[in-house]
């Protein structure tokens, strides 16, 4: 196994998101579509900070476990439900952290406060927790977030989907700094920004440039911090990788 494996890319986007203050307790989940199968890796229930590559599970669509030792989450049902749904999606996080929680908690999305909230401009939704009317889940993930990439959870968290798992992972580290920045604008009476040429200029530029760099600049202090991650695929992994 490599750097490059898509377990190894999961444990490593479990350990950077709860670096970046996205740490969700037990819950919260990432995972990645299985190519070319009816199928995707994800993760079990334990702390973002404790994940290596071995306890990374691939699942069917009907949830069934097909590769690895763990049990898993019945919560993980709206990820399959949104990887039948959307073939853009290749890869799905959810996380409860405290910031994008607490915008949540308000019914408001996060707001153009601070240039990082420009990656999520017009691109987000919100979801009440309304089991009535009989739907599952997934079916009401997937109708609320549309096509978009960010749903919000009322009171719960959030579900940030990418086509690739390195730009789910790194926007939803971004998007918890960019509700703490909505947060804190809020009380000291900052301005949010309303014009949307400038916005939709720096959201392309965040996601042709700063989304891919994060991700080599995260795996790089892995490599420094986290070096059981490391271990776990056999040391350091190729020479001179990220
Ligand atoms: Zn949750």
Redesign the pocket.
């Known amino acids: 196994m490599d750097v490059d494996d898509i377990r190894f890319e999961i444990a490593a986007a479990r350990r950077m998101l709860y670096r970046e203050g996205c740490d969700?307790q037990t819950?919260?989940h990432v995972s990645a579509r299985a190519a070319g199968e009816d199928a995707f890796w994800v993760t079990p229930f334990q702390y973002f900070d404790e994940t290596l590559p071995e306890h990374v599970i691939k699942v069917s669509f009907d949830l069934e476990v097909l590769e690895g030792q763990w049990v898993a989450s019945p919560?993980i049902e709206f990820h399959a439900a949104l990887y039948r749904a959307r073939p853009d999606i290749g890869s799905v996080v959810?996380?409860?952290a405290r910031h994008t929680a607490l915008v949540a908690s308000t019914g408001d999305v996060v707001r153009s406060y601070n240039l990082l909230a420009y990656l999520f401009f017009d691109d987000q939704a919100l979801i009440f927790d309304d089991e009535t009317g009989g739907a599952t889940e997934g079916e009401r993930i997937v109708s609320a977030i549309g096509g978009r990439s960010v749903l919000l959870?009322h009171n719960?968290?959030c579900v940030v989907v990418g086509a690739t798992l390195q730009e789910a992972a790194v926007k939803a580290v971004l998007l918890e700094h960019a509700a703490r920045y909505h947060i804190e604008a809020v009380q000291v009476g900052g301005k949010e920004l309303h014009d949307e040429h400038r916005i939709r200029r720096y959201q392309a530029a965040l996601g042709r440039y700063m989304v891919p760099e994060m991700w080599a600049a995260h795996t790089r202090r892995l490599r420094r911090s986290d070096p059981e991650l490391f271990a776990a695929i056999g040391g350091a992994g190729r020479e001179g990788a990220l």
Do not use: T
Request: proline share 0%; no cysteine.
């Open positions: 969700s819950a919260g919560a959810h996380h409860h959870m719960h968290g």
